[in-house]
């Protein structure tokens, strides 16, 4: 439980500098007023300008709750805050967290540092390293239903005999290669549907 002096301090820091770092159960507490004063604000009438000058303790907080926060969240009703779990302190081992106003200048100012280190680094990041193994994979899977093609082709052909394929007849070749053929366009299917789930369902045989 915190009192209302070291409350009302507490939202003070948070609106000046938006961001900053407490125990897990002081932030819950914290976040109520911290989205409240934002709703204060956001209305804009005097007597609400009055209720905002009781809540802080410094007039800066009072004038960057009404010139920043009000402005950047007038299109939203709420979740103007995001509290993000940092693990146990040592020491007392209490749980610690991060509350801060979503988008604020250090949110955005650190998501173009990352930005901008990949794009130095020229490494790609892990869903683009995916997408280009998928798209590798489809195209290996592509060449192997022409080439399986191509040997049901050629095994239908009447001039082919059985010794051509060693153990196995003409027929027996061509059904195997079918087979082979099924199980690529099932692979190639599952690269191509949103859902590979549904890609697999939508191939089997109904129970009619």
């Known amino acids: 439980y915190m009192g209302k002096g070291m409350l009302r301090t507490m939202v003070d820091s948070l609106v000046v500098h938006e961001r900053m770092i407490t125990t897990r159960a002081q932030s819950l507490e ?10 204060i604000a956001k209305k804009g009438r005097h007597p609400d300008m009055l209720r905002l000058n009781k809540i802080f303790r410094s007039q800066c907080a009072c004038n960057r709750a009404v010139e920043i926060l009000a402005p950047r969240y007038k299109n939203t009703n709420g979740g103007f805050v ?10 007392d081992a209490a749980r610690m967290a991060r509350i801060e106003y979503i988008g604020n200048e250090k949110e955005i100012k650190e998501q173009e540092e990352k930005k901008e280190a990949t794009t130095k680094r020229g490494y790609p990041t892990f869903w683009e390293f995916s997408i280009n193994i998928a798209r590798e994979e489809m195209k290996y899977t592509n060449n192997a ?11 239908k052909k009447p001039e082919n005999s059985a010794t051509k394929y060693g153990v196995y007849s003409a027929q027996k070749y061509t059904e195997i290669c079918k087979r082979t053929l099924q199980i690529l366009e099932d692979n190639c299917l599952l690269y191509t549907s949103p859902s590979p789930r549904d890609a697999t369902l939508s191939r089997m045989p109904s129970s009619a």
């Open 145 to 155: 239903i022409n080439i399986t093609k191509a040997k049901i082709l050629e095994a």
């Open 30 to 39: 914290l976040k109520r007023y911290a989205e409240r004063v934002v709703r």
């Open 82 to 91: 995001r509290i993000t779990d940092l693990g146990q302190r040592k020491g």
